[in-house]
């Protein structure tokens, strides 16, 4: 079955330093894979998404994903830290022809000033 | 509408009640999604729609829980006999299948059962 594990279900950086929230898949066959903001009492806000084009991807509000077959892997990152990226991260992956999301437990992004 | 609206977006009721959430896709979007959020938990799939029809329900919990969209729009998820382990924040999304996954989800709806 296919799941998604996010390592780390709360990371804390300090304003203007390197974001890196994990997300790992299980899949025999590369799905398709998603980052999900959710500010408090809002609902799930699209980041970006792998869709079997380029490995990187690049989202809203300066965040990246690289998709790394080898390592079954969907990390996100973001080159510098704002306040405002203060919220919760939800890795997801589709597979089948429903296109269904299974997500990941989510991690909580606290930035420090 | 502009997005996908949930109603209400706060729900308190005793157990043993019956409760409905309503969704409100976005016009011209054939596919929804239900989905349930626990408290430090990710989304976790119900029930898919394509039209009318359910194509997947296999994420319901148990038969307490029946949706319905009988115009293939405005979907409503009932729940009977609510336990305290309902209480949840009921996600709904929808999408237009040739959009290559461009799901867009609604605020949601916040089941308290007390």
């Known amino acids: 079955a296919q799941s998604v594990t996010q390592l780390g279900s709360h990371v804390s950086v300090s304003e203007g330093a390197l974001v890196l929230l994990r997300c790992n898949y299980s899949?025999?066959?590369?799905?398709?894979l998603f980052w999900y903001v959710q500010y408090p009492n809002q609902g799930l806000q699209l980041l970006l998404k792998y869709t079997s084009a380029a490995t990187l991807v690049k989202g809203i509000n300066g965040f990246e994903a690289e998709f790394k077959k080898s390592e079954t892997s969907f990390h996100l990152t973001k080159p510098s830290a704002h306040m405002s990226d203060a919220a919760e991260y939800f890795c997801a992956a589709a597979r089948s022809n429903t296109g269904k999301l299974i997500f990941g437990q989510g991690t909580t992004l606290q930035v420090k000033p | 509408g502009a997005g996908v609206s949930q109603t209400p977006s706060n729900k308190v009721t005793e157990k043993g009640k019956y409760v409905e959430l309503r969704c409100d896709p976005i016009s011209g979007h054939t596919a929804l999604y239900w989905y349930r959020q626990s408290l430090g938990q990710g989304p976790e799939f119900l029930i898919y729609f394509q039209g009318t029809g359910a194509a997947d329900d296999s994420g319901l919990p148990n038969d307490r829980f029946f949706a319905v969209r009988p115009e293939g729009s405005v979907s409503t998820l009932k729940i009977q006999r609510t336990e305290r382990g309902d209480s949840a924040v009921y996600l709904c999304?929808?999408?237009?299948?040739?959009?290559?996954?461009?799901?867009?989800f609604g605020s949601g709806t916040r089941l308290t059962v007390v």
């Open positions: 999304a929808s999408t237009d299948p040739s959009a290559n996954y461009g799901y867009t």
């Open positions: 899949s025999s066959v590369p799905p398709y």
